[in-house]
């Protein structure tokens, strides 16, 4: 069975800011990391796949994989009030499933 | 242009009375999921269609059914609603499977059992 682990906050962080989002995850054999985000009510949006170890850079968002720590982070640098929301960390199911195992998330919220 | 669609975006049902709940996709993905989402707390995997082929997750109760009449539907049936089937109910595709390519989420149907 594979864990996903994730603070669920609320983390605050002022606007303008770096807000850092982090997930541990429990299978070494995971290939693929996704973050998604989630406003109350609504489905959720991918932000960011990464596959390979080190960082992948989107726009305001960067995403950094260690594999040998079990590790995904992402990061949301100049934050906005549109980014407070829940991040969902996933990676594909174990037991063969193709589905995804989502992390809790962690509630951001983004102070004006 | 959406490309995930469900219907309908809320449902109320009594308990035990079935229910359908709708998706589409305009993507022509292979694969497509519905997952379920109770409050504040993670989507779960109930099953997928990989083209035809059904997968149940191991630990989804007989309650829940599907269909896949063909490439761009898909529908979950909860046979005997109960209260704790109450959630938000996520249909999702990919074009390949393997957790190998992104998933696309539509909108969500939530469901309130009375």
């Known amino acids: 069975q594979k864990e996903v682990e994730q603070n669920s906050g609320p983390l605050s962080v002022p606007e303008g800011a770096i807000a850092s989002l982090n997930c541990t995850y429990s299978d070494r054999g995971s290939q693929s990391f996704f973050w998604y985000r989630q406003y109350s009510g609504k489905s959720p949006e991918l932000i960011m796949s990464?596959?390979?170890?080190g960082d992948k850079e989107d726009g305001r968002f960067t995403a950094q994989l260690n594999k040998a720590s079990q590790y995904v982070s992402l990061l949301i640098r100049d934050s906005q009030p549109s980014d407070s929301a829940t991040y969902l960390c996933?990676?594909?199911?174990?037991?063969?499933?193709?589905?995804?195992?989502f992390g809790k998330g962690t509630h951001l919220i983004i102070q004006p | 242009d959406a490309m995930v669609i469900q219907n309908p975006r809320y449902q109320v049902t009594q308990f035990g009375k079935p229910v359908t709940l709708s998706c589409s996709q305009t993507l022509n993905h292979n694969v497509m999921y519905w997952y379920q989402q109770k409050s504040s707390q993670a989507p779960k995997l109930l099953f997928h269609?990989?083209?035809?082929?059904?997968?149940n997750e191991a630990d989804t109760p007989d309650n829940f059914q599907s269909r896949r009449p063909n490439t761009s539907f898909c529908f979950l049936d909860i046979r005997s609603p109960g209260l704790g089937d109450a959630a938000m109910y996520l249909c999702?595709?990919?074009?390949?499977?393997?957790?190998?390519?992104?998933?696309?989420f539509g909108p969500g149907t939530r469901l309130t059992v009375l």
């Open positions: 990464i596959y390979s170890n």
């Open positions: 999702a595709t990919s074009r390949v499977g393997g957790g190998l390519d992104t998933q696309y």
């Open positions: 269609y990989y083209d035809k082929d059904f997968n």
């Open positions: 996933a990676v594909p199911g174990g037991g063969g499933a193709d589905g995804l195992t």
